[in-house]
């Protein structure tokens, strides 16, 4: 197993993690704390509802993205094909670039009333 495996399954994993805090944060109404971070006082937040409504589909999308990429990766579908394995690689890292900024604005907007 090299680096490149780990990597993959690692990038899985967090993929599924996603999914589960998603389909946790829809079901129980309560924002994670690994989405607001250690210590947010989630009780003062100004729209909670609000951020879960706005942030759910991109939590769960970003979810499944990472664990589709990490899956293909892992099981090197396309190893054969080079630009199709650079794109497996670099999505990852596009698509947590884009989710952190999305979860940034939503926590500016919907928890600190910014």
């Keep these: 197993m090299n680096f490149g495996m780990i990597?993959?399954?690692l990038i899985m994993a967090c993929g599924v993690y996603m999914v589960y805090w998603a389909v946790?944060?829809?079901s129980t109404n309560k924002i994670?704390?690994?989405?607001v971070g250690k210590g947010f006082p989630i009780n003062r937040a100004k729209d909670p509802q609000g951020f879960i409504k706005f942030t759910f589909?991109?939590?769960f999308g970003?979810?499944?993205v990472l664990l589709?990429?990490?899956?293909?990766?892992?099981?090197e579908l396309f190893i054969l094909y080079p630009i199709a394995d650079t794109l497996v690689s670099v999505v990852p890292v596009v698509v947590i670039i884009c989710y952190g900024v999305i979860l940034m604005k939503a926590q500016k907007k919907y928890l600190v009333g910014r």
């Design 68 to 75: 589709i990429s990490g899956l293909l990766g892992a099981l």
């Design 32 to 35: 994670p704390e690994m989405l």
């Design 24 to 26: 946790q944060m829809k």
């Design 7 to 9: 990597l993959d399954l």
């Design 62 to 64: 970003a979810g499944a």
């Design 57 to 59: 589909p991109y939590t």
